[in-house]
């Protein structure tokens, strides 16, 4: 994205008889690996923010699900879900077996409320740390090492050789109350984010034995995560290797590890086939196991589409059973949080590009990541792979996902947002019912929620409580429905 000044409005389309809907690839069958799937229609990851603060389903995760179930897609991907055993907040997780039953309770729900029609997979993932921004004060106070180095630019900044061997409490008083101009001399890069933005690890911390240790320990979490999804019932498992995660970082450019797993692509690729590698030798090689990654970083230094479509090659070779394409999402240009909030890799460029809104460049936010599937499905091809391949980003209408299915640039076409705006919309296209699809607005109103960790739901329903309407779950500040209102089609179907 260059600029932001263009508001886009939302296009007119017109939609499909019912007719048409039923002869368009679309709404068509297909598989993915040896799993019959109904339509190529897609939702991809969602995070509602709706577990417990201990990772476990909750009702309001069963609704979230079951809404978008009662719409029937071919494939709905449950949201990211942690692989590790700890604690992170209201993040769904799948580290231990004790989160299998309420896993396996949503399995059913799904299976349930589409009535057999949509197939369930659950995107797995891995995350470093990362803290709130800090009170200054605290910050100096607790969090700053008092190094050597660290001495020795204070001294030489102040010309006073006293602060090599100062008590370390006056060290941390003097930094504390110093100026800003000060505070960048004396601090390095690293200290100087976590002063400003909050502490973040990268995998190329490798002075960090546990990020050191990345490549011998993941491989093994994700099998076991994957070997829960498959006994929970899931039809299939997604490896998240986008966005902002471990996976996504060690894929990318900028990972300049000097170990195995860092520097050319074929050593940044390495350990995220090897944890590919240890999921097919635990689930077995009948069980959906796909890939979610970047076809561009966006950011500086980062991966582009000529890596994406190597990954893509390798992926393929190694096994993956689907790729799903995203873009962006990252850290390194996310904006300043406030003090106390953790910096939200969905806030710059990246960002932008990740969840395009209406607000933008030329090119607008529609469609606008096919070219990078359409590049991968490409090279994927070449190489004589058949994967299917899952374009997603900006997607509202059913001209555009026929369009991209008809040209091949992709395999399924996936629509988050517009899904949340309307789970029900797949299912009134389908029956010919198009002009009731309540329609995205690409403002992202849902994304800001998701940002302060709140229970994600969409404007253009999330007020609309029709009279006399009972039995509605409210979000916790008690002002937003949860759900969408019920839709039934005019006659059974
Ligand atoms: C509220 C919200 C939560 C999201 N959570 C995830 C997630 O857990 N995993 C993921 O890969 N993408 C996540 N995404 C990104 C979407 O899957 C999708 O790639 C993005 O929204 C662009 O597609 P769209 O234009 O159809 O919304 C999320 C998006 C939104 C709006
Ligand atoms: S809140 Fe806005 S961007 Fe999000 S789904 Fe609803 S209309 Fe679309």
Redesign the pocket.
């Known amino acids: 994205m260059t600029d932001k000044r263009i508001k886009h409005s939302i296009p007119d389309v017109r939609w499909p008889t019912e007719a048409e809907a039923a002869a368009s690839l679309w709404f068509s069958p297909t598989h993915v690996g040896r799993l019959p799937v109904e339509q190529r229609t897609w939702v991809p990851a969602m995070v509602p923010w709706r577990a417990t603060e201990d990772g476990f389903v909750t009702p309001e995760v069963l609704d979230w699900y079951a809404r978008f179930a009662e719409g029937r897609p071919g494939v709905l991907v449950v949201e990211a879900t942690g692989i590790r055993d700890i604690a992170s907040g209201p993040l769904l997780r799948i580290g231990d077996d004790r989160f299998i039953p309420g896993l396996r309770q949503l399995v059913e729900t799904v299976r349930e409320r589409s009535d057999g029609h949509t197939r369930l997979f659950i995107q797995i993932l891995d995350f470093l740390t990362v803290r709130r921004r800090p009170e200054p004060a605290t910050f100096f106070a607790r969090y700053l090492g008092i190094s050597a180095r660290l001495r020795e630019r204070l001294a030489r900044a102040l010309a006073d050789e006293r602060w090599l061997i100062a008590a370390e409490p006056d060290v941390r008083a003097r930094l504390a109350g110093a100026e800003r101009p000060l505070v960048e001399t004396v601090l390095d890069e690293r200290e100087l984010e976590s002063l400003d933005y909050g502490y973040r690890e990268r995998v190329w911390d490798t002075h960090w034995p546990w990020i050191r240790d990345l490549p011998r320990v993941l491989p093994a979490l994700f099998a076991e995560a994957a070997r829960r999804a498959r006994d929970a019932g899931f039809d299939g498992v997604e490896l998240h290797y986008a966005h902002a995660y471990t996976m996504a970082s060690f894929l990318s450019r900028l990972n300049d590890r000097a170990d195995d797993y860092g520097g050319s692509r074929e050593n940044r690729v390495r350990l995220p086939r090897e944890a590919l590698a240890a999921v097919r030798q635990r689930v077995g090689h009948d069980y959906v196991v796909g890939i979610r990654y970047l076809g561009d970083d966006v950011v500086a230094g980062g991966s582009r589409i000529d890596d994406a479509t190597f990954y893509g090659v390798e992926f393929a070779a190694a096994g993956a059973d689907y790729l799903s394409v995203s873009k962006g999402g990252r850290f390194e240009d996310a904006r300043q949080p406030k003090i106390g909030e953790a910096v939200y890799p969905y806030t710059g460029v990246s960002g932008y590009e990740c969840m395009p809104?209406v607000l933008g460049d030329e090119r607008g936010p529609f469609g606008r990541n096919v070219p990078l599937a359409a590049a991968i499905r490409h090279a994927v091809r070449e190489a004589g792979h058949r994967t299917p391949i899952v374009t997603s980003g900006g997607i509202h209408s059913f001209e555009q996902a026929e369009g991209i299915l008809r040209r091949g640039e992709a395999d399924f076409v996936a629509a988050a947002?517009?899904t949340?705006?309307d789970p029900d919309w797949f299912r009134k296209i389908r029956l010919g019912l198009g002009h009731d699809v309540r329609r995205?607005?690409?403002?992202?109103?849902?994304?800001g929620l998701d940002q302060r960790h709140k229970q994600v739901?969409?404007?253009?329903w999330d007020r609309e409580v029709a009279p006399g309407e009972d039995g509605i779950r409210m979000a916790a500040d008690g002002k937003r429905r949860l759900g969408p209102p019920a839709w039934r089609p005019p006659a059974a179907s």
Do not use: S
Request: net charge positive; hydrophobic share 25%.
């Open positions: 809104t947002r517009q949340l705006a995205c607005q690409f403002t992202n109103y849902c994304e739901t969409c404007k253009l």
